[in-house]
């Protein structure tokens, strides 16, 4: 039940782009995106919920297609702080979310 | 309002030991969600309680055990620990209807 994110790591320059994929093999209630800095507790960054979206930062956004069961978060215009790891977590129902392994971020000058 | 608290915030035990860690979740949250982080694994779903009662349960052996108290307070049992276990043990509460979870700053459990 454990989501596939991809891709497993990223390195990006200060004002560039990037785009993480959380892909299901059940039907989602919710996709829950995480952002876990090395020696933090993960720190909610937003939640989609089947038929709708939500986002919760400024430059950073995300899709949800209820269909083929993917997520997919945008950073745009990445900031040195955008570092650490993402991680998607799925609801497929039953308040069971499970996440993904993650997706490692890193944002140099 | 408060965080959610995590006790201890580091732990030593050694093969064939019991642990028990304690969880703490943000005032008026119902729901307390537990995760095993080890790396290359990402967070592992153990369980999740509400109003004391088990509501998922994820795929780890009955070694690991919960409950949840009045309080909404939140403990966590490994029975005969192994070395596998050593992990960063995390914990989330949540309340209301957005679903959001608020990670506790995680107990980090190191078996010798």
Redesign the interface.
Known sequence: Q?PVQSPQAVILREGEDAVINCSSSKALY?V?W?RQKHG?????LM?L?KGGEQKGHEKISASFNEKKQQSSLYLTASQLSYSGTY?C?T?SG?????????TRLTVIP | KAGVTQTPRYLIKTRGQQVTLSCSPISGHRSVSWYQQTPGQGLQFLFEYFSETQRNKGNFPGRFSGRQFSNSRSEMNVSTLELGDSALYLCASSGGTSGLRYFGPGTRLTVT
């Open positions: 454990q919710s829950h995480y933090e507790a993960p720190v909610f939640i919920l991680f977590g609801e039953a308040n069971n979310l499970f996440f993904g392994t993650g």
